[in-house]
């Protein structure tokens, strides 16, 4: 018998929704992304956090009903949206992500995210590279080396990642990525002069207590 999306979730730490957004929601997606960066400045930095804020085309891709739907069976019947982030590698920005736990950043409970892909991502690009089931490992210390530039000031030492045990997602446009924060992740810079862009999503389970976050200014309820 096949796993359940939460069975799948548990043991590995992420799932992947295939085509949660079609071919057209993510061209419109992009192009809103671009007006929106363009309009603030920030087209030459590589991510810029508030979209939902921006602009509630980003709002309403944060609660699409077969999402919701996902992270309910996931998370459990109460889903808050906390922020979003689009992240565009491209020619001039073409930084990869060190490894890393997303949990050090707010600590509190358990958040999970939501990896969108606004383009192909492979690793010549810089699609998504984890490590399945290390979120069991529970929090890891970051003392990794952060002096070359690439921010992360919490990150995992090499000594901590296993090559024989990462996962290379490679990643269709449309396709969606909900993983837990505790999971170990990085990307691979891009080297293929192509755009590979992203939308991150961030969601928690509206049962548990939290400290308020500065950065969650659009959370809303997505069900429950």
């Given at each position: 018998?096949?796993?359940?999306?939460?069975?799948?979730?548990?043991?590995?730490?992420?799932?992947?929704?295939?085509?949660?957004?079609?071919?057209?929601?993510?061209?419109?997606?992009?192009?809103?992304?671009?007006?929106?960066?363009?309009?603030?400045?920030?087209?030459?930095?590589?991510?810029?956090?508030?979209?939902?804020?921006?602009?509630?085309?980003?709002?309403?891709?944060?609660?699409?009903?077969?999402?919701?739907a996902a992270l309910k069976e996931v998370i459990g019947d109460s889903v808050i949206f906390l922020s979003d982030k689009i992240v565009f590698k491209n020619a001039s920005t073409?930084?990869?992500s060190p490894w890393h736990q997303d949990y050090p950043y707010w600590e509190g409970s358990h958040k999970f995210s939501v990896w969108i892909a606004l383009d192909d991502a492979t690793p010549e690009n810089g699609c998504l590279?984890?490590?399945?089931?290390?979120?069991?490992?529970?929090?890891?210390?970051?003392g990794g080396d952060a002096s070359d530039g690439m921010g992360?000031?919490?990150?995992?030492?090499?000594?901590?990642?296993?090559?024989?045990?990462?996962?290379?997602?490679?990643?269709?446009?449309?396709?969606?990525?909900?993983?837990?924060?505790?999971?170990?992740?990085?990307?691979?810079?891009?080297?293929s002069g192509k755009d590979r862009w992203a939308l991150i999503s961030t969601y928690k389970d509206g049962t548990l207590e939290d400290p308020e976050y500065p950065w969650a200014l659009a959370a809303f309820t997505v069900s429950g």
């Open positions: 018998m096949e796993d359940t999306l939460k069975e799948q979730f548990d043991r590995q730490g992420y799932v992947v929704l295939p085509q949660l957004f079609s071919e057209d929601e993510v061209r419109l997606l992009k192009e809103e992304a671009r007006a929106v960066l363009a309009d603030k400045g920030a087209d030459k930095v590589g991510v810029y956090v508030g979209m939902s804020i921006a602009s509630s085309m980003f709002k309403a891709a944060a609660a699409k009903p077969e999402l919701a073409d930084f990869g590279r984890v490590v399945p089931g290390s979120h069991l490992l529970g929090a890891v210390r970051h992360f000031g919490n990150r995992l030492g090499q000594e901590e990642i296993k090559e024989s045990q990462v996962a290379d997602l490679h990643a269709a446009k449309g396709d969606a990525i909900i993983f837990h924060d505790l999971l170990f992740h990085s990307s691979f810079s891009n080297t």
